[in-house]
């Protein structure tokens, strides 16, 4: 048994409990509302709607009431672990996906245009006992990543943030640096991530993302596939004359133990 | 058929039996760096603040605050499944080790805990160690 599952196993922390530790400490700490996480839901199931293959995902998995969704009915919908309601948690379905990586020479004789591998960083983190629960290891793999590709977080036009709940989006567009520490919750505000305010910002998980187009549990992959679609122009919420695009996947868990990778894609 | 009981941990896991030793006195041990004055917690080999300061065992007292909670609606386990709801918590000990621990007694866990709410600890018997839960102060 690894070390610190002795030491939190006996506490009953559900998976969806250590995300709202995370949550309720960034309300406490900077004034978050749930009304300001519910704007992730809300965006993501847009985007959802708009895509056949997300649709059909929730169909499958017995949805009840597929549509779009406003904050009142995110805020409205069954607590599941305080702060988070059911309509800010994932769904849980199959997926898989593959990516291809050539070479520079290869790619550029291929049938699809090549989308460009600019910049990574990855980094882990883990409880310090008087450490800050708000800050994920994006804090550290985004500006690497970012500092490789020669690109600031206010270029993006496509943001592939891993959505496991609302707040490990939320977390993670803070600590990649689209807003300071503790601001998430007001600068989401008003539809923000939506695909089509490419004015405002990046548009955050076109696909429809893990809250409501598919999560089989690690969907990094989808993040690339999402993020390539856009700057081919195939997406179905396309963002228009879309060149860079941000991918972050948290594996483990946000308020414990987790690894970050952040990629930052770009097309010719 | 018995009741599903609270998962207990090990007493023999290499890193934290000296920790799980301590509480069946009742005893919170943890660990601060000589030399840097990290506090240490749950208990290691080496210092995660230097990385090669020597480890000093020290005793919390129990007064403790929530850094941050959850109340669970739903569980599938065996044993919380009947608890619910119930209160996690990151809990600060005054000393600086941080733990993950249940809030108890408390009338209504939904209404009743806070984030910052001073906490005093109270040992859960079993009967090779003690669970440390918290109770407000």
Not at chain 2, 32 to 46: K, L, N
Not at chain 2, 58 to 84: C, D, E, M
Request: net charge negative; hydrophobic share 40%.
């Amino acid at each position: 048994m690894h070390p610190a599952e002795n030491m939190d196993a006996y506490a009953g922390m559900t998976l969806i409990a250590n995300y709202a530790m995370v949550a309720h400490r960034h309300m406490h700490q900077y004034g978050t509302t749930s009304e300001q996480l519910a704007e992730i839901s809300v965006a993501t199931r847009m985007h959802a709607m708009r895509n056949p293959e997300a649709v059909r995902a929730m169909e499958d998995l017995e949805f009840l009431d597929i549509r779009e969704t406003t904050i009142s009915d995110v805020v409205n919908s069954r607590m599941i672990a305080d702060p988070l309601h059911l309509l800010e948690c994932c769904m849980i379905s199959d997926g898989g996906g593959a990516v291809v990586i050539a070479s520079p020479e290869v790619a550029r004789d291929c049938r699809k245009a090549p989308v460009w591998i600019l910049g990574s960083g990855e980094a882990t983190k883990y409880p310090m006992s008087g450490g800050d629960i708000t800050t994920s290891a994006a804090a550290q793999s985004g500006p690497q990543a970012f500092l490789e590709a020669g690109v600031t977080p206010g270029e993006m036009d496509i943001a592939m943030i891993y959505d496991s709940f609302s707040i490990t989006v939320l977390a993670l567009l803070e600590d990649l640096g689209f807003c300071p520490k503790g601001e998430g919750g007001r600068w989401v505000e008003g539809g923000r991530l939506r695909f089509d305010r490419p004015n405002d910002g990046p548009a955050l998980n076109t696909d429809g993302g893990g809250l409501s187009s598919n999560h089989p549990g690690m969907r990094g992959i989808f993040l690339l596939l999402e993020a390539t679609r856009q700057l081919r122009g195939e997406s179905t919420s396309q963002v228009a004359d879309a060149k860079l695009a941000v991918a972050h996947g948290n594996g483990g868990m946000l308020g414990s133990r987790h690894a970050a990778g952040t990629i930052i894609l770009g097309r010719d | 058929m018995n009741e599903p009981k609270r998962p207990l941990p090990r007493a023999d896991e290499f890193d934290t039996q000296a920790f799980w030793a301590g509480t069946k006195e009742k005893e919170f041990r943890y660990q601060q760096c000589t030399q840097c004055e990290t506090v240490v917690f749950y208990a290691r080999r080496h210092c995660t603040g230097c990385l090669d300061g020597e480890l000093e065992w020290k005793v919390a007292l129990g007064r403790a605050t929530v850094y941050t909670y959850s109340v669970v609606r739903q569980s599938y386990h065996p044993f919380f499944r009947n608890q619910v709801p119930y209160a996690v918590a990151w809990v600060d000990l005054e000393e600086g080790p941080r733990i993950l621990s249940n809030i108890v007694g408390v009338a209504d866990p939904l209404t009743d805990v806070s984030i910052g709410m001073p906490l005093q600890i109270e040992w859960e018997e079993h009967d090779d160690l003690c669970i440390p839960l918290f109770k407000p102060a």
